[in-house]
């Protein structure tokens, strides 16, 4: 085709969404599938969540609020920040492509690891902008690495705690460390997505206020994980107010759909879910890593509601064979595989069929 395609295209390839637990099940035959590949919540989402998501379906023929208003009260009071330095998407997702879109322009530098979050490399390259990897060090964030990164093409870092793939986190001394480095014309992501699993005391709880100490700061929140929203798409970012203003240039008009928005305002008055989606995270990994030890298995010590592990097998074959088990995990790379923590049931099925798996 002579179509005009950009050319950024030709380094992508689109998001491999692998198959659905349906077509697992009619492939092998399965009743049950287990899908522990993509750090969803085992527990779904609060009681109370669906409920009003059932009252919000009511009128379904009016737009979203376009400001998500309601949404911006709730998390303000929550964490008792400004309306006006908090933005709702659709997603982190659509968050991480607007700041791509707000802060790069083509041949400018962008910095991250090389195990992180997929979306940051997707969201630079439709930017054109020039990725700048760092290798992670004992499969943590390099910050000085990163840090040492910077010239004066850089305009944006990609920061994940805890890190996703690897599960790892760094303390609040270390970010402070960091950011005492980075110029203020380089702007920072810092990606929260998992911090609500996180058990280390060092981790840097009062991060999402850190924009009024570093104006370059967007920190980066989600409904997703620990709140179970995941099939709504909602995700919150904070920033300083000027930020946020050159952000919503761009930001489509009813970006975060109305059940959505709903939803996510109920969530926040149910900590209680939180507190049991929490424990029963902390329940499971105890399991796990003890059943890995016995296993003779290496894995990374994580801070989120997933494990980083080496199987000593290729990933591929490892999918392949959990898979036909009806058991899906992530294969990263090499012999990496990334397993969501499951209910205890689930977590009890993911060990016999890895038992099997690398018996073969
Ligand atoms: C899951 C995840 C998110 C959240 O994405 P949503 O678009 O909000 O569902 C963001 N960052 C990381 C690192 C994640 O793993």
Same mark, same amino acid.
């Given at each position: 085709m002579k179509l005009p395609f950009r050319e950024a295209l030709n380094s992508m390839t689109a998001y491999a969404s692998g198959k659905t637990i349906e077509d697992i099940q009619r492939e092998y035959g399965l009743t049950r599938v287990d899908k522990l590949a993509a750090n969803e919540n085992p527990l779904n989402c609060s009681e109370k969540v669906i409920e009003t998501v059932r009252k919000a379906a009511?009128?379904?023929?009016i737009y979203p609020d376009s400001n998500s208003t309601e949404l911006k009260k709730a998390i303000a009071a929550f964490y008792g920040?400004?309306? %006006?330095?908090i933005m709702p998407t659709s997603g982190s997702d659509e968050m991480i492509n607007m700041l791509a879109g707000t802060f790069l322009n083509p041949g400018d530098e962008t910095i991250m690891a090389d195990f992180t979050f997929a979306s940051y490399i997707t969201a630079s390259k439709m930017a054109d902008a020039k990725i700048i990897t760092v290798p992670v060090r004992n499969f943590a964030l390099n910050l000085e690495g990163m840090a040492e990164a910077?010239?004066?093409? %850089?305009r944006l870092i990609w920061l994940c705690n805890p890190n996703n793939p690897t599960g790892t986190m760094f303390t609040e001394a270390e970010l402070y460390e960091f950011m005492s480095k980075i110029p203020n014309t380089v702007v920072v992501v810092y990606d929260e997505a998992y911090a609500e699993f996180v058990t280390d005391p060092h981790y840097p709880r009062d991060s999402f206020k850190l924009y009024r100490q570093f104006p370059n700061m967007i920190v980066m929140r989600t409904f997703s994980k620990v709140y179970g929203l995941a099939g709504l798409r909602v995700g919150y970012s904070f920033a300083h107010e000027e930020v946020l203003h050159n952000i919503n240039k761009i930001?489509?008009?009813?970006?975060?759909n109305k059940l959505a928005q709903a939803a996510a305002v109920t969530a926040l008055t149910d900590q209680a879910f939180v507190k049991k989606v929490i424990d029963l995270n902390n329940e499971g990994k105890s399991y796990l890593y003890k059943q890995f030890e016995e296993m003779g298995i290496m894995y990374v010590p994580t801070e989120a509601n997933y494990i980083f592990l080496d199987v000593e097998k290729d990933c591929n074959e490892v999918f392949k064979g959990m898979e036909r088990r009806g058991i899906i995990i992530r294969p990263v790379k090499e012999t990496f595989i990334r397993v969501t923590i499951g209910t205890m049931e689930q977590n009890k099925v993911f060990i016999k069929g890895l038992k099997e798996v690398l018996s073969e």
């Open positions: 009511a009128n379904l023929s920040v400004k309306e %006006t330095e910077i010239t004066d093409k %850089t930001r489509s008009v009813f970006n975060v």
